[in-house]
């Protein structure tokens, strides 16, 4: 269990533990660089995430105009998941709480 | 002159043995750059537990993955030409281009848009600017290639 399970973890009043944290959503954050090229950005959010051409690009507008989007907010596994995905592609991307 | 198109299912990149060379001599210059560099491995928590674990579950994996994209760019370049990608060869391809301008860029000391302003012409026509612009555009035509 992790330090974040741990937080969102309770007691039932059976007496029972449940784990929450894992289905809480989380928000996948991607970070403006100064070199990734734009055209890029919006070709890996299409790949990672299935979004449309306009969708994709107003995502990537928001991380160069404003320094960060989130682009998707999801359980924190399958958001871990994007964040690794993104990472394999180089483009900056952290988990937060949503 | 090299050039780079789909024809087909394939991407095509055309260019001669000096510019292939010239590709390999960059890649090999700049990989070392890579195991330092923040943006090429960069944080995915703020918290450092947390980044830890991450780290453990996926470091290991992503490291890996680089070093097949690298591996694929190196191999494609030092066969036959013109070079023949495949889809799944040319993502491959654009990745590793995105880790080497990271690297690249941050050993250059390139932290925030409108860097381009700060050099002179002569500047962006020369090593290692020069360098970057060259595989910008082998990225960006690469991915214009794109299915």
Do not use: C
């Not at chain 2, 830890?52 to 996926?58: I, N, S």
């Amino acid at each position: 269990m992790t330090a974040v399970d741990q937080l969102a973890t309770e007691s039932t009043g059976t007496g029972e533990v449940t784990i929450e944290g894992r289905d809480r959503p989380w928000q996948v954050v991607v970070w403006n660089d100064p070199v990734t090229l734009m055209s890029y950005v919006v070709v890996v959010f299409r790949r990672l995430f299935g979004y449309d051409l306009e969708t994709a690009t107003n995502l990537m507008l928001k991380v160069h105009t404003e320094g960060r989007a989130v682009v998707a907010t999801e359980p924190r596994e399958r958001a871990e998941v994007s964040v690794a995905q993104l990472h394999a592609h180089g483009l900056q991307a952290t988990l937060a709480r949503d | 002159m090299a050039e780079i198109r789909r024809e087909g299912d394939h991407t095509v990149f055309r260019i001669d043995a000096k510019e292939r060379q010239a590709l390999l001599d960059i890649v090999e210059r700049i990989e070392p750059m890579m195991q330092i560099s923040s943006w090429v491995s960069p944080r995915a928590y703020q918290e450092d537990d947390l980044e830890e674990e991450f780290r453990r579950l996926a470091g290991e994996d992503l490291m890996r993955a680089r070093q097949a994209d690298l591996a694929t760019l190196r191999e494609d370049l030092s066969g036959a030409l013109p070079v023949l990608l495949g889809p799944d060869q040319t993502w491959g391809w654009v990745r590793a281009l995105n880790f080497l301008r990271l690297a690249l860029a941050e050993q250059l000391g390139i932290t925030e848009d409108g860097w381009e302003d700060r050099y002179s012409a002569r500047q962006h026509r020369r090593p290692p600017l020069a360098t970057l612009h060259l595989l910008s555009w082998v990225q960006e035509e690469l991915l214009e290639a794109l299915p």
